[in-house]
């Protein structure tokens, strides 16, 4: 897979990470000091805020050719999985060729990185499901075990 290190947008997508690391962490320090319904919706809007700095930090990363495994943990919760066609949504945004790339060559290498981050996911998404089951499996025997003992 080609990597794209000098690209200009993705300095773009850097900015627009730090800009939501700061809004998340302002969210959060303003929610320190409220009480009751206003600060779970601060809290609630913080959770939200780093659901997009998430999307764009995993974008960035296949950008950068990396895999899902080298950005997020295998002990991730099935069910809190970030948005592929988002983050497809994210990279095609900020996806910019080579210089000596044509029309055609660019469309490939974008169908090529499309095509990497569906099947990278997908790897990804299984890998955490298992890693999911398992730990409940061996959760449920020493539940079973310390009721024997």
Do not use: C
């Not at 659901?51 to 899902?68: E, H, I, P, V």
């Not at 983050?87 to 060729?97: D, G, T, Y």
């Amino acid at each position: 897979m080609t990597t794209y290190k000098r690209n200009p947008k993705l300095n773009e997508l850097k900015t627009e990470i730090k800009a939501k690391a700061a809004e998340g962490r302002a969210l959060r320090d303003e929610a320190r000091g409220q009480k009751g319904m206003t600060r779970w919706e601060t809290k609630a809007q913080a959770n939200y805020v780093g659901s997009d700095a998430r999307d764009l930090l995993l974008a960035y990363g296949y950008l950068r050719g990396k895999k899902m495994e080298d950005m997020e943990s295998p002990f991730s919760r099935p069910e809190n999985l970030p948005s592929v066609k988002d983050i497809i949504a994210l990279a095609n945004e900020h996806f910019q060729p080579q210089e000596e790339e044509s029309g055609e060559e660019y469309k490939a290498a974008l169908d090529e990185l499309i095509e990497f981050i569906k099947a990278d996911f997908k790897a990804w998404r299984k890998t955490i499901t298992m890693n999911a089951i398992e730990r409940e499996a061996l959760r449920r025997q020493r539940k079973a075990e310390r009721q024997v003992a």
